[in-house]
Structures are given as structure tokens and as C-alpha cells.
């Protein structure tokens, strides 16, 4: 089964206008964190927002948001005011709870990616 | 602050030759990740250290694959003999886990700028 899920391969939206990009995730773990990255057609992965389980609020970063519903395991990406610049991959990534002492769970598994473009 | 470091940017050789990819980690990360990132299969977790060993190499593709961390400054992923199949983005990745617990897990991976090879 896919620990990360992002059905909408492509997206379309016009400048200015808000979008939500969809991330579910699968996990038994009652700890674990969200990151959501960006790729743009330089390459570059950059990340942009995280969000951990136990977080009592939806995290938000400048432009960016995470609508986070933890009962229905979705933590979408809301960019609000979309720029032309915000055209590029996104990636939603899941790290799962640290259950060895020392290290064994730092990896992150990433879903398949969204792209996104932004029409003038 | 210097981010992670990767060389060369472009690599293109004929199959069968040896390839070797390098990786300078953020300063002070311990964790160091190697992905390859394909159309067909998206991201995939290679190989990660923690602490300059080895912990999951289980996402190396075969014994053609080989990565070492001989330090904490530098790590090397190298395929020989290379083949076509080969050819994707290959990235790196560091973080770090030292730590408390839950700090780790809200810490993100900050990525190399790939290096793009092509297997001819």
C-alpha cells in the first residue's frame, strides 16, 4: 500500500487565485511528521512546510498552508495568492515516528508528486 | 551558510564505464541521504548514514550500486559498471538527528542540487 498518496498528477490554476493540492498518507504510527516540498523545473528540492501529529494547530508558512485532518489522514497544501513562480512539482513526504533510540526512522517517504502550473 | 553540496551537476558517460557521485553534507548534519529520482518511479530512498554508517541501503538497486561515508564531510555513491538504466537525478540529502526525539522528527532533509547523468 502507498504510505503517501497524491492523486491529481497536473494542476491548472490562474494567477492569484488560491490552490489546494492534495496529500493523504497511511500510517500506524501515532507519531509522525508531513513535509511538503518544492520542485522547480531547476531541480532543486526545496522545502516549504511541515507539520507534525501531535500539532495542535494547522501549520502556515508566508504563502502557504496545511489543511491538516488528521482523522482523515489528508495534510493538503493551500498556497493562497499563487504566483507565476509557483508553477513547479510539489512533493508530499511523511516521516514516521522515531521507535529505535538512536536512528532508524529519520527517512522520509515521498508521494508521486503534483504539478503545478500557474496560467497567466 | 553553505547548503549540501553535490558535484558534478552533469555527468554523461558510455555504459560500462565506472560513475561516482559526490556529496558534502551541511555541516553538522549526522544523517546523509542518496535518492534517484526517475519519471518512471519518481523518488527513491537509496542508501542513508547516520553517524558516517550505513543504516538501510535496502532501496540500492544491486551490487553494480555502492555508497560509502568515509567521513562526515563527504560521502561517494558509484555504479560500476554503469548502464543506461541508470541514467536519472541523483540527490542527496542531510539532516540532522542530534536531537531530542521529537526534534528529529520535525526536521526536514535539505537537498543537493542533484546531479543529472545520462547512461549512453
Known amino acids: 500500500a502507498q504510505k503517501i498518496t497524491q492523486t491529481q498528477p497536473g494542476m491548472f490554476v490562474q494567477e492569484k487565485e488560491a490552490v489546494t493540492l492534495d496529500c493523504t498518507y497511511d500510517t500506524s504510527d501515532p507519531s509522525y511528521g508531513l513535509f511538503w516540498y518544492k520542485q522547480p523545473s531547476s531541480g532543486e528540492m526545496i522545502f516549504l512546510i511541515y507539520q507534525g501529529s501531535y500539532d495542535q494547530q494547522n501549520a502556515t508558512e508566508g504563502r502557504y498552508s496545511l489543511n491538516f485532518q488528521k482523522a482523515r489522514k489528508s495534510a493538503n497544501l493551500v498556497i493562497s495568492a499563487s504566483q507565476l513562480g509557483d508553477s513547479a512539482m510539489y512533493f508530499c513526504a511523511m516521516r514516521e515516528g522515531l521507535r529505535r533510540a538512536n536512528f532508524g526512522n529519520e527517512k522520509l517517504t515521498f508521494g508521486t508528486g503534483t504539478r503545478l502550473t500557474i496560467i497567466p | ?120
Open chain 2, 1 to 120: 551558510d553553505a547548503g549540501v553540496i553535490q558535484s558534478p551537476r552533469h555527468e554523461v558517460t558510455e555504459m560500462g564505464q565506472e560513475v561516482t557521485l559526490r556529496c558534502k553534507p551541511i555541516s553538522g548534519h549526522n544523517s546523509l541521504f542518496w535518492y534517484r529520482q526517475t519519471m518512471m518511479r519518481g523518488l527513491e530512498l537509496l542508501i542513508y548514514f547516520n553517524n558516517n554508517v550505513p543504516i538501510d541501503d535496502s532501496g540500492m538497486p544491486e551490487d553494480r550500486f555502492s555508497a560509502k561515508m568515509p567521513n562526515a564531510s563527504f560521502s561517494t555513491l558509484k555504479i560500476q559498471p554503469s548502464e543506461p538504466r541508470d541514467s536519472a537525478v541523483y540527490f542527496c540529502a542531510s539532516s540532522s538527528s542530534l536531537l531530542p526525539r521529537q526534534e528529529i522528527l520535525r526536521q526536514p532533509q535539505h537537498f543537493g542540487d542533484g546531479t543529472r547523468l545520462s547512461i549512453l
